[in-house]
């Protein structure tokens, strides 16, 4: 039982190297999430996709661009990475209706550990 | 003003003892409120929702709502080595979840 699957878990880029972060779910969930992770500052809401055909900004959205590929797969794109991005990333997803996809119960992936140099 | 904001830790507590962990919100239309726990180096899980005031009992974990404060808590009781972990407090709005900057226990043996 997969859940949620991330890749790479560790990557290496140099300052303005681009990279994609992948991310797909087998739980039929509408919902999915990018969250990045630092410390003393939580998780903080990167790009979200309410359900498959849609994305949202969350509350730090800059330098990344986002595609829903289709309802299991949503992916991160870092077109130009900055040391600034220099974090742990999740990818989370939530709900099988809208309903439950509401409720905020997030299933995460094991996160991916990026260091831009 | 961050939307949402936990007591500052890190939060040493003795085996047995219970820990009391506080989170504010600032968003008045929020319905969902969650605890996750995360260990070092892993992902956050889920140990605890909450949508009603009151008290909501699991095991070992009370989840506490008041709305009208805008305030929701954790307690952990009988306190146990393996509860020692960053507890994250997490409000939903809209599709999304907020997540305050988290609390670390530390549970001595």
């Known amino acids: 039982n997969a859940g949620v699957t991330q890749t790479p878990k560790f990557q290496v880029l140099k300052t303005g190297q681009s990279m994609t972060l992948q991310c797909a779910q087998d739980?039929?969930?509408?919902?999915m999430y990018w969250y990045r992770q630092d410390p003393g500052m939580g998780l903080r809401l990167i790009y979200y996709?309410?359900?498959?055909?849609?994305?949202d900004k969350g509350e730090v959205p800059n330098g990344y661009n986002v595609s829903r590929l289709n309802k299991r797969e949503f992916s991160l794109r870092l077109e130009s990475a900055a040391p600034s991005q220099t974090s742990v990333y999740f990818c989370a997803s939530s709900g099988t209706s809208w309903a439950s996809s509401n409720t905020g119960e997030l299933f995460f992936g094991e996160g991916s550990r990026l260091t831009v140099l | 003003q961050k939307e949402v904001e936990q007591n500052s830790g890190p939060l040493s507590v003795p085996e047995g003892a219970i820990a009391s962990l506080n989170c504010t919100y600032s968003?008045?239309?929020?319905?969902?409120f969650f605890w996750y726990r995360q260990y070092s180096g892993k992902s956050p899980e889920l140990i605890m929702f909450?949508?009603?005031?009151g008290d909501k009992e699991d095991g070992r974990f009370t989840a506490q709502l008041n709305k009208a404060s805008q305030y929701v808590s954790l307690l952990i009781r009988d306190s146990q080595p393996s509860d020692s972990a960053t507890y994250l407090c997490?409000?939903?709005?809209?599709?999304?979840?907020?997540f305050g900057a988290g609390t670390t226990v530390t549970v001595r043996a």
């Open positions: 968003d008045r239309g929020s319905q969902s």
């Open positions: 739980m039929n969930h509408n919902s």
């Open positions: 996709s309410a359900s498959e055909g849609t994305t």
């Open positions: 997490a409000v939903n709005n809209d599709y999304k979840l907020s």
């Open positions: 909450i949508y009603s005031n």
